[in-house]
């Protein structure tokens, strides 16, 4: 969908959708398009080019084309989001000229979802003139309210870089393989420190240990693995790195505090809850 007003804005908007989630790691995500992220709900961290953003509940995450990027959150969330291209005085990126911030505040976010309502209810009808109109000028006025809080809101400052890049590839190294043993000395090993500095420096930045954030990881890949019908508790503790499927009902149970069985069968009935409250929100 795209369309040309007074042959100075071009813009294409590629998908509007709502997001839910219980928890996200995501590593080295690369896309080909703009995503304006909006947290309904939720706390991210979102790391690229080795720079960390914190990110909560009424933020906006400008993610940019070709240029991969890191999205932790260990909470349960919901994101708005729309993914675009746009261009000015022809074939001009309009982010060159309106250069943001990875994170931004949005200075009045029930304006914003309001408008987000309208775009998303739009963006649902069947594809024609009227619905790529409507949703391509809404994008342009949620665009308007980014740029006019990227003036008055809170600058983020990133953490150090050199750090934030190595400790992002430790993350990386972990959930790539996952289902391994790993030792806290492996991972020292990788980036030649001493394991005492290392596990000191990993959770003055990440606030836990990186054997913690290791167990972290595997219960969350535990987790997604639920979510598929196909995966059996064996296989799933055996692709998640615990011993057997009785050490991890054990894990998982104390805490989740309930078993991944049990775990298993409320997931179709929250997400049909979560749906069915987002799909009834007032606009």
Not at 7 to 28: A, H
Not at 46 to 69: L, N, Q, W
Not at 167 to 188: D, P
Not at 258 to 264: E, F, H, I, K
Request: aromatic share 12%; with cysteine; proline share 3%.
């Amino acid at each position: 969908m795209s369309f040309t007003v007074s042959d100075q804005i071009g813009i294409t908007l590629f998908d509007v959708k709502k997001v839910q989630y219980q928890s996200r790691v995501i590593f080295d995500y690369i896309q080909s398009c703009y995503t304006v992220s909006y947290i309904h709900q939720g706390d991210v961290i979102t790391i690229s080019e080795g720079k960390e953003y914190a990110a909560k509940t009424g933020d906006i995450m400008v993610h940019r084309p070709h240029i991969p990027f890191n999205v932790i959150s260990k909470t349960d969330g919901v994101h708005y989001l729309f993914n675009l291209d746009l261009k000015v005085k022809g074939d001009e990126d309009f982010f060159q000229f309106f250069p943001l911030d990875r994170v931004i505040t949005i200075r009045d976010p029930l304006i914003y979802e309001k408008k987000f309502d309208e775009m998303w209810s739009i963006w649902l009808q069947e594809v024609g003139e009227i619905r790529t109109v409507q949703s391509g000028f809404l994008a342009l006025f949620l665009l308007h309210e980014v740029i006019e809080s990227s003036k008055v809101g809170e600058r983020r400052s990133a953490k150090e870089p050199y750090e934030m890049d190595r400790f992002s590839k430790v993350i990386h190294y972990m959930e790539q393989s996952i289902e391994k043993s790993i030792s806290r000395n492996e991972l020292a090993s990788l980036y030649h420190m001493n394991p005492v500095y290392f596990s000191r420096a990993f959770k003055k930045v990440h606030g836990m240990t990186p054997m913690k954030m290791l167990h972290k990881l595997r219960l969350l890949h535990a987790q997604r693995m639920l979510e598929d019908p196909e995966n059996t508790i064996e296989k799933i503790a055996q692709k998640s790195g615990f011993y057997d499927a009785s050490h991890f009902t054990r894990t998982f149970h104390k805490v989740f505090k309930q078993s991944p069985s049990d775990y298993r069968k409320s997931i179709k009935n929250t997400k049909r809850r979560i749906m069915s409250t987002l799909s009834n929100e007032d606009v």
